[in-house]
C-alpha cells in the first residue's frame, strides 16, 4: 500500500509554463519535504514543513513554491521553469527520525 | 558541516558475487543517524537501513548487512551472493535530529551505481 503517493509520476512542461506537482500522503506524518534529484545526482531538499511551518533552503531558487494546505497534501509549484528544472521530484515524510519517499514526478521542461 | 562520502562512483559485479558499498561520513553532532536508501530504475527511494550513532551492533537482514564504525566514521554496506535485481544506485545519508528527530535535514552522498550481471 503505497503510504507517500506523487502525482504525476510523469510530467512535460513548456518553458514557462506553470507546473504543480502534488504529494499526499496517508501516515499522518508533521513533516513533509520536497527534494530535487537531477540526473546521476543525489537527491537535494529545496524546502520541508514542519506541520504548517515553512522551511526554505537558502539555495533553493525563488521560482519554486509550496503549500500545504493540511497535513496530508503538499503541493510543488514551478512557477516558470526553465530547460534546467528538468529532473525527478521526490516527496518524503517524516516522523521520529523514520523518512519515507514517494515514487516522485519526472519533470521534463522542454 | 556534514558531508558523506561514497568513494565508488560505479560498480559491476557477476551475480552470486559479494560487493561492499563504501559510505564516510562528517559530523559534529554527537546525535545522528544514517541511513542506506535503494533507487532502482523506476526512481522512487526504498528505505533499506536506519542507525542511530549510539548503536554501533552490525546488523544482518537477509543478504544485505552493514558495519558501522565510529572510529573510522564508516558505515557499509554488503550484499552477500548478489542478485540481477540487486542492480540500483544506493545512496548513503547522514541526519542530524531536531524536535523529536523528525526535521533533521537529510544529506546524501552522490550513489553508488551497482550493475550485477547474470
Known amino acids: 500500500d503505497a503510504m507517500v503517493i506523487q502525482n504525476p509520476r510523469y510530467q512535460v512542461t513548456q518553458f514557462g509554463k506553470p507546473v504543480t506537482l502534488s504529494c499526499s500522503q496517508t501516515?499522518?506524518?508533521?513533516?513533509m519535504y520536497w527534494y530535487q534529484q537531477k540526473s546521476s545526482q543525489a537527491p537535494k531538499l529545496l524546502f520541508h514543513?514542519?506541520?504548517?511551518?515553512?522551511?526554505n533552503e537558502a539555495d533553493t531558487p525563488d521560482n519554486f513554491q509550496s503549500r500545504r494546505p493540511n497535513t496530508s497534501f503538499c503541493f510543488l509549484d514551478i512557477r516558470s521553469p526553465g530547460l534546467g528544472d528538468t529532473a525527478m521530484y521526490l516527496c518524503?515524510?517524516?516522523?521520529?527520525?523514520?523518512?519515507?519517499f514517494g515514487q516522485g514526478t519526472r519533470l521534463t521542461v522542454v | 558541516a556534514q558531508k558523506v562520502t561514497q568513494a565508488q562512483t560505479e560498480i559491476s559485479v557477476v551475480e552470486k558475487e559479494d560487493v561492499t558499498l563504501d559510505c564516510v561520513y562528517e559530523?559534529?553532532?554527537?546525535?545522528?543517524?544514517l541511513f542506506w536508501y535503494k533507487q532502482p530504475p523506476s526512481g522512487e527511494l526504498v528505505f533499506l537501513i536506519r542507525?542511530?550513532?549510539?548503536?554501533?551492533q552490525n546488523e544482518i537482514s537477509g543478504r544485505y548487512s552493514w558495519n558501522f564504525q565510529k572510529s573510522t566514521s564508516s558505515f557499509n554496506f554488503t550484499i552477500t551472493a548478489s542478485q540481477v535485481v540487486d542492480s540500483a544506485v544506493y545512496f548513503c545519508?547522514?541526519?542530524?535530529?531536531?524536535?523529536?528527530?523528525?526535521?533533521?535535514?537529510?544529506?546524501f552522498g552522490k550513489g553508488t551505481k551497482l550493475s550485477v550481471k547474470p
Open positions: 514543513y514542519y506541520d504548517k511551518d515553512f522551511n
Open positions: 542507525r542511530n550513532s549510539f548503536d554501533e
Open positions: 559530523t559534529r553532532d554527537t546525535t545522528y543517524y
Open positions: 501516515l499522518n506524518h508533521n513533516v
Open positions: 518524503a515524510t517524516s516522523r521520529a527520525g523514520e523518512r519515507f
Open positions: 545519508a547522514l541526519s542530524d535530529e531536531d524536535y523529536g528527530g523528525s526535521q533533521g535535514n537529510l544529506i
